[in-house]
């Protein structure tokens, strides 16, 4: 089974802190994803990458940035957290870009910026 | 720009009624995905839709996809309590990323 797993489920931090969030997957998916999800808005991508090193923007990516620096893990970083930041964060991969293959989640962090 | 509109977002319906949900998107797409969530959980795939006329069940639900009116269904069959949760429907752009829908948040009363 695919796993993909992300570092905290719950995540609580201030103002105008750096945060990391980091993501795992271990079945060797070139792709992975960076959402938030917010009530009412579905998911919108933030970030997303197709190879190590490789990134590109997603509809929001403002605020935020990401590091892939080995294939299997890809960290999202807020750079200076607000409280609008507050979401949950979902991680996502998927084997190839142009094949028709399923995408897969972990299971999300939880995150509170007061 | 790719945009995905499901409705209803809120729907309420008595164990062992039908009912449908629409997910429409508006440019042309060739995959169609209908993920399931539980609340405080991450999501679950349901079904894969890979081309027009594509129709796929799994118990009580049953998706279908049809790529000239860009639109996709869900239905579901003599709903039961198991089945609340919050679908969500995703189609891949140009891009080949992912593009959700808002969601439909399910409620299956007895």
């Known amino acids: 089974d695919v796993k993909v797993t992300q570092s905290s489920r719950y995540l609580v931090k201030r103002t105008g802190e750096k945060v990391f969030l980091e993501c795992v997957q271990d079945m060797d998916h070139e792709n992975m994803f960076w959402y938030r999800q917010d009530p009412g808005l579905g998911l919108r991508l933030i970030y997303f990458s197709y190879d190590v090193k490789m990134k590109e923007k997603g509809d929001i990516p403002e605020g935020y940035s990401v590091s892939r620096e080995k294939k299997e893990r890809f960290s999202l970083i807020l750079e200076s957290a607000s409280t609008n930041q507050t979401s949950m964060y979902l991680c996502?991969?998927?084997?190839?870009?142009?094949?028709?293959?399923?995408?897969?989640f972990g299971p999300g962090t939880r995150l509170t910026v007061l | 720009e790719l945009k995905v509109e499901q409705n209803p977002l809120f729907l309420s319906m008595q164990e062992g009624k039908n009912y449908t949900i629409y997910c429409n998107y508006s440019?042309?797409?060739?995959?169609l995905y209908w993920y399931r969530q539980d609340p405080g959980k991450s999501l679950e795939s349901l079904f894969v839709l890979l081309s027009n006329g594509a129709v796929k069940q799994e118990g009580r639900l049953m998706a279908s996809l049809d790529t000239k009116a860009r639109l996709s269904t869900l239905h579901i069959t003599a709903a039961v309590h198991d089945l609340s949760a919050t679908y969500f429907c995703a189609v891949v752009s140009l891009r080949n990323d992912m593009r959700f829908g808002a969601g439909t948040r399910l409620t299956v009363k007895p």
């Open positions: 440019t042309t797409s060739d995959r």
């Open positions: 996502a991969s998927r084997m190839r870009l142009a094949a028709y293959n399923e995408q897969f």
